[in-house]
């Protein structure tokens, strides 16, 4: 991070997905020889001064982030799914939740593990955005026909509270808990920027001639 910027930003970066369309962990998908997870990680260190990685399997990959990002480990809430012994699955807003305790930044960018148009300058233009969101603004996020792209966006550490609160009352959608604040539009050109890859044909096409494999 350019240490002459105005802006305190901290990342964070969810790997919890169980990747059941992919058939195999998306995180470790290899594009032009870099696994997704890195290749993420490398491009939010280019834009903050810390970067955490919220995951239920830090030994899967701590050997492939890169050695200065920070793993968190991802636990369960200790729900049960209704009728059934089993806990009820994290989900990201647990994830990001988790991944927010520890961090003193006023922003934090969160991002998924599994996008492969992510690009680095068009990170760093957003962040030089920030200073202008108003704030009363919690989050400065794109927007898609069906509500927010909440997984390539910023946050104010300040909404924690907001969302522990949600949390504790058994919400679990990103959705719903922005509807209840108020949130910036981040102005976005390059839809193609937050494709994540869910099924191998779904990769296979936003890849393009890029190479990919597992």
């Known amino acids: 991070m ?11 970066v969810l790997a919890g997905g169980k990747s059941s369309r992919m058939g195999r962990d998306k995180a470790l998908i290899s594009v032009n020889g870099v696994p997704l997870i890195r290749r993420v990680c490398e491009i939010a260190q280019a834009c903050a001064s810390k970067v955490y990685v919220v995951t239920p399997w830090i030994e899967r990959y701590q050997d492939i982030v890169p050695s ?7 636990v369960g809430t200790g729900e ?5 012994t089993e806990e009820k699955p994290h989900g990201p807003l647990i994830g990001f ?17 599994d996008l492969p148009n992510l690009k680095e300058e068009i990170l760093l233009n957003w962040v030089q955005h920030l200073p202008e969101v108003p704030e009363d603004c919690i989050a ?15 946050y104010r550490r300040r909404c924690l509270s907001s969302l522990t ?3 504790n009352k058994g919400g679990r959608s990103f959705q719903q808990w922005l509807s209840q604040h108020l ?3 981040l102005p976005l050109t390059e839809r193609s920027l937050l ?16 190479s990919f494999e597992f």
Do not use: Y
């Open 2 to 12: 350019n240490p002459s910027s105005a802006v305190s930003l901290t990342a964070i």
């Open 80 to 84: 049960p799914r209704p009728f059934s």
């Open 195 to 210: 494709f994540n890859c869910n099924t191998p044909a779904d990769l296979g096409e936003v890849m393009g001639n890029k």
């Open 183 to 185: 949130v910036q539009e």
């Open 97 to 113: 939740a988790q991944g927010l305790a520890p961090v003193q930044t006023e922003w934090v960018l969160l991002l998924a593990c």
């Open 165 to 167: 609160e949600f949390i």
């Open 68 to 74: 200065t990002c920070q793993l968190i480990q991802e």
């Open 140 to 154: 400065f996020l794109p927007r898609h026909p069906k509500g927010w792209e909440p997984l390539c966006g910023f």
